[in-house]
């Protein structure tokens, strides 16, 4: 990760943002949704991202900064209802050094001597959902799952259900509240039975449900509306703390433990105290190898301070006390056999390799194929069909293969294809990309909706009436497969005026629409046609040199002519290639990217057929007399009103010329809310700096 101290303020305060977002997200997803994306190990990544975004920018915290949040808003049709003490999250550690921080920052808040000893308490971090269990006079009175934190899900009749969960507490000292805070979880050999209990009982097997992994599974059972149906999943309870009470039974984490266990609630029995680094760092090594022998999944170990006085001392931060820490396990393994390579295109023609495997189970969800990202990734790993290879899952969720046991058996590698699995179009990767894309843009299956789609966007040939569904619907149909069949479909407006959804006017207004753009702007066109590297921006710039879409068909064929000759070095045949362009800001990358597009037979015939329904006029620019022609201007920060490709094109269309960073030859800068380094170079040139409002008065002044 790159040094937040060195980002420029306006990136670090954009990519917090994009950060609280994200993490809501995520957060959504595996609390409220029960169906997370990414790793526990990538969400990680991001709450170590923000943190050292935050100590490097403390005044750019955000409201709903991630270390704000805990979990996610209950969103589901049970009951809300408030926690009296909020459920808090936990800081997580992954190295010993991180355990050993903690106990020194314990330390230090609580001013004690380095070497003074700090007794913890270490249990088993179960992977199930939070619960809290609320008795009054002993008795159950009500259930929630955590939430947000604030407010959770009342899951009472639920919870009734489970076995391990006692209705009235037992034993002596039981104040007249009390909240037991735990997880609700399902065992691994309950798990494995309750996905072939509903295998065995759905009419269509390849439309079973069937859970993904034990913590899903109990969350799911947990959260149904219908008590009958949690009462028919095996859940279980786990206790591993509290929250409201009316009294404490002991003045230790450990006590009060030992306390809620003799009342009849099920606690970790391995819950050890220990007053050491070395002993904790030992007991968790213990539950690490003991870990794949458990009844249940666990992702870790938790330390809190013992002493209920230094807790209270130490109290919270945002989401997650002082006092306790999550120490994290490294991803779960197993070995198997890589049987099969296949290659997947994606919508924008990335060749992605997808290993199967012989089906393994780690950390209690079966793996039969995982990821192998892209042909750098496949020699590294030298996997072949046939290996043994070792696959874990990243944070218990993304399956990766870490190791190949056999690539040291005499066997060829693995050919990467040079062509589209899908197509037959060529497949090449630029200079310094780990990709194979397959070039056939225009006439690749598994490309064709998000071409269609690119084509049609505003931003493009903007074709009104054409949206995502029309295009699905028309691709299903056969109607549609390249850019000129949507210039024919007047060819089945009979057949779709009996389509539901469609009337006359209906059809005649989508017809009418594609006629409209028989003469298109020769620059949407191009970039509608989605050749990589060729955006609005570039689009224009080409086409102010050479006018015509003939003309630039004439100078790819010129750039593949070059391709073939012999240089020194590549840099010396881009340097030739971007010189034999001659537009600024256009360099070599755009013409391989314009030679392989019209390298590839197919898309010759596309691109034909396409300028055979449409007759785009020549590319003229019209330049508008205003207080900016023939000067340099600078747009930064954010625009409010107007995208900054809008933006440009404005200025273009004053005479301007939109340029990309700030320098001496600049005349202005146009600044939005969030600029950073372009504005302080801008002050330090002594450049004339305006707001987007004003520059929206001189772009009115020029009518």
């Not at 039969?368 to 790993?381: C, G």
Request: proline fraction near 5%.
């Amino acid at each position: 990760m790159t040094d937040p101290a060195s980002l420029p303020e306006a990136e670090a305060a954009n990519r917090l943002m994009r950060l609280a977002r994200e993490v809501a997200k995520h957060n959504r997803l595996y609390h409220d949704q029960d169906a997370p994306e990414i790793s526990d190990a990538d969400y990680d990544a991001l709450i170590r991202e923000n943190n050292a975004l935050e100590a490097a920018f403390p005044h750019l915290i955000r409201a709903d900064s991630p270390n704000a949040q805990v979990g996610a808003a209950a969103t589901s049709a049970l009951k809300k209802v408030p926690h009296a003490v909020r459920m808090m999250s936990l800081d997580n550690g992954f190295a010993d050094e991180d355990i050993a921080e903690f106990a020194a920052r314990v330390r230090r808040f609580l001013a004690l001597a380095e070497d003074a000893p700090v007794a913890m308490t270490a249990e088993p971090k179960i992977d199930g959902l939070s619960c809290s269990l609320r008795y009054e006079q002993g008795e159950l009175v009500l259930a929630a799952t955590r939430g947000d934190g604030t407010t959770g899900e009342d899951v009472t009749a639920n919870v009734r259900t489970i076995a391990d969960i006692p209705e009235r507490l037992t034993g002596e000292a039981i104040p007249d509240l009390f909240e037991v805070r735990g997880e609700v979880y399902m065992a691994k050999a309950d798990f494995v039975a309750l996905n072939q209990r509903l295998l065995d009982e759905a009419e269509d097997a390849d439309k079973a449900r069937q859970f993904a992994n034990p913590r899903n599974a109990a969350a799911g059972s947990l959260r149904q509306k219908d008590a009958s149906v949690t009462a028919s999943r095996p859940l279980r309870f786990l206790a591993h703390g509290w929250g409201a009470h009316s009294a404490l039974p002991a003045d230790t984490q450990l006590g009060v433990m030992r306390a809620i266990a003799s009342w009849g609630l099920p606690v970790s029995d391995m819950l050890v105290c220990v007053d050491s680094i070395d002993a904790i760092l030992a007991h968790y090594r213990a539950i690490e190898r003991a870990r794949a022998d458990l009844p249940f999944d666990i992702d870790g170990v938790v330390y809190k301070v013992d002493r209920l006085d230094w807790q209270q001392r130490l109290g919270f931060v945002a989401k997650a006390p002082r006092w306790a820490i999550a120490h994290k396990f490294p991803a779960e393994r197993a070995q198997t056999t890589l049987e099969a390579i296949d290659i997947q295109v994606g919508r924008t023609g990335k060749l992605t390799p997808v290993g199967r495997l012989t089906p393994v189970t780690v950390g209690g969800v079966v793996v039969s194929n995982v990821t192998l990202h892209n042909a750098d990734e496949i020699e590294r790993l030298g996997v072949r069909p046939g290996d043994r290879i070792v696959v874990q899952r990243a944070g218990d969720v993304i399956p990766q293969v870490v190791d190949n046991l056999t690539r040291d058996e005499v066997r060829e590698p693995f050919p990467f294809p040079t062509h589209c699995p899908v197509c037959g179009s060529e497949a090449v990767r630029e200079e310094e990309e780990v990709d194979y894309r397959c070039t056939g843009g225009l006439i690749c299956a598994a490309q064709r909706f998000e071409r269609l789609r690119h084509f049609v966007s505003r931003a493009a040939l903007d074709i009104e009436g054409l949206g995502e569904k029309t295009i699905e619907e028309f691709l299903d149909l056969g109607w549609i497969k390249e850019p000129a069949d949507i210039f024919r479909l007047r060819t089945h407006a009979g057949e779709l005026l009996g389509r539901e959804g469609w009337k006359e006017k209906s059809v005649d207004n989508l017809l009418a629409a594609i006629e409209a753009k028989r003469a298109p702007d020769a620059a949407k066109l191009l970039f509608g046609l989605g050749i990589r590297h060729v955006g609005a921006v570039t689009a224009r710039d080409l086409l102010k040199r050479y006018t015509t879409l003939p003309a630039l068909r004439t100078l790819a064929d010129e750039i593949i002519a070059l391709r073939d000759q012999a240089y020194e070095t590549q840099a010396k045949k881009d340097k030739a290639i971007a010189e034999h362009i001659g537009v600024e800001n256009v360099g070599a990358a755009v013409g391989h990217a314009l030679a392989d597009f019209f390298h590839e037979p197919h898309n010759v015939e596309a691109w034909d057929d396409l300028l055979r329904e449409v007759t785009p006029p020549p590319y003229v620019v019209e330049t508008t007399a205003s207080a900016v022609t023939g000067k340099i201007v600078v747009f930064t920060g954010k625009l409010e009103t107007m995208s900054r490709d809008e933006a440009k094109a404005q200025a273009e269309r004053l005479g301007a010329k939109a340029a990309g960073s700030v320098s001496a030859k600049t005349d202005l800068v146009v600044a939005g809310p969030g600029a950073g380094s372009k504005l302080k170079q801008a002050s330090a040139l002594g450049i004339a700096v305006i707001s987007e409002e004003a520059w929206a008065d001189i772009v009115k002044a020029a009518g």
